[in-house]
């Protein structure tokens, strides 16, 4: 069974350019989730979809941020503008329902300039 | 306030020894509670869970955790460890209840074993 997809696994960009994540849930996996993982520190919840609805959007900055999950299946974390504090890791998982484990992607590294 | 608390940002441990990793936690009633591994570029990978039951919970890869009511502890632990369970380690607690699948980590603890 594959897991759950992330790219880039990379991206370098210069600040105040717009920059897109893209997840790809394991199959079958209703809740998704999207975190943001500084240097040294565990990952903290930016958003997390139940299928297509957003249901807890509370740690996302939506001055800059913005996702979507469109047909409750893959989703999109954007970033416009990006600052230099948005320099992380971007982590997506998915679990089959809230109260399940929750599997983790390999995250995608934001280096903002 | 919540929160998650891993007290040593590295612990060190020659091969073959026993390890443990440290967490404790503050939340309301009674949680879940997760370990999960990564290794360098890589994902969160999913090691154990505690929901109800036996106080002592086996996972992947050797790894045992036990929890401590009293104490609000959920340590990690393995009997003999090996050079490759050298990572970042992580502690996670989905307390239960109004907005209860918020899962809050711990900041990690890195392992180094040494040959």
């Known amino acids: 069974e594959a897991g759950v997809v992330q790219s880039p696994r990379y991206k370098i960009i210069e600040k105040k350019q717009p920059v897109a994540f893209w997840c790809n849930p394991i199959?079958?996996?209703?809740?998704l989730y999207w975190y943001l993982q500084n240097l040294g520190q565990g990952p903290e919840l930016l958003i997390r979809y139940e299928n297509e609805e957003a249901v807890d959007d509370s740690q996302l900055p939506k001055d800059r941020f913005s996702a979507e999950r469109l047909k409750g299946v893959d989703s999109t974390l954007k970033i416009q503008p990006a600052e230099l504090g948005d320099s992380a890791v971007y982590l997506c998982?998915?679990?089959?329902?809230?109260?399940?484990?929750?599997?983790f992607g390999p995250g995608t590294r934001l280096l903002v300039l | 306030a919540q929160s998650v608390a891993q007290p040593e940002d590295q612990v060190n441990v020659a091969e073959g020894n026993p390890l443990t990793v440290k967490c404790t936690y503050s939340?309301?009633?009674?949680?879940?509670l997760f370990w999960y591994v990564q290794y360098p570029n890589r994902g969160l990978q999913f090691l154990l869970k505690y929901i109800t039951g036996d106080n002592l919970v086996k996972g992947s890869y050797g790894f045992e955790a036990e929890f401590n009511k009293s104490q609000t502890s959920f340590h990690l632990k393995k009997p003999s460890a090996l050079v490759s369970d050298s990572a970042l380690y992580f502690c996670?607690?989905?307390?239960?209840?109004?907005?209860?699948?918020?899962?809050?980590f711990g900041a990690g603890t890195r392992l180094f074993v040494k040959a």
């Open positions: 996670a607690v989905r307390p239960l209840g109004t907005g209860g699948f918020k899962t809050i």
């Open positions: 199959s079958g996996h209703n809740t």
């Open positions: 998982a998915s679990s089959f329902t809230s109260s399940e484990t929750q599997y």
């Open positions: 939340v309301s009633g009674n949680p879940y």
